[in-house]
Nanobody
Framework: QVRLVESGGGLVQTGASLRLSCAAS????????MAWFRQAPGKEREFVAAISWSGVSTYYADSVKDRFTISRDNAKNTVYLQMNSLRPEDTAVYYC?????????????????????WGQGTQVTVSS
């Protein structure tokens, strides 16, 4: 059974940092593309960042570029999202997701349907 378990969310002030973790089990983690999505209250879930199986390739939504960093440790079956300079508009439930291949187009990489497995989410709240 595949499980993705996020942790590291919390309540912080504007400008603070948080690091989210997603621990995976039940799959060959090093073969999967990993991504982070988020869903703010009243909004649709949106793409945040993705990383290839090797960690060599990464891609970010424009809204988080230069503030967030996605990374992975295949030895620990864990993907991370380092979030710096947090803003109130970053408030959302953050989900990690796993896809069995690296999509060859950005449009597909950002598409939720590409991802086979999802975690339950972790809440991030940024106060102004």
């Amino acid at each position: 059974q595949v499980r993705l378990v996020e942790s590291g969310g919390g309540l912080v002030q504007t400008g603070a940092s948080l690091r989210l973790s997603c621990a995976a089990s039940g799959l060959t983690f090093s073969s999967y593309t990993m991504a982070w999505f988020r869903q703010a209250p009243g909004k649709e879930r949106e793409f945040v960042a993705a990383i290839s199986w090797s960690g060599v390739s990464t891609y970010y939504a424009d809204s988080v570029k230069d503030r967030f960093t996605i990374s992975r440790d295949n030895a620990k079956n864990t993907v991370y999202l380092q979030m710096n300079s947090l803003r109130p508009e970053d408030t959302a439930v953050y989900y990690c997701a796993a896809a069995s291949y690296w999509p060859n187009t950005i449009v597909v990489l950002r598409t939720q349907g590409v991802y086979n497995y999802w975690g339950q989410g972790t809440q991030v709240t940024v106060s102004s």
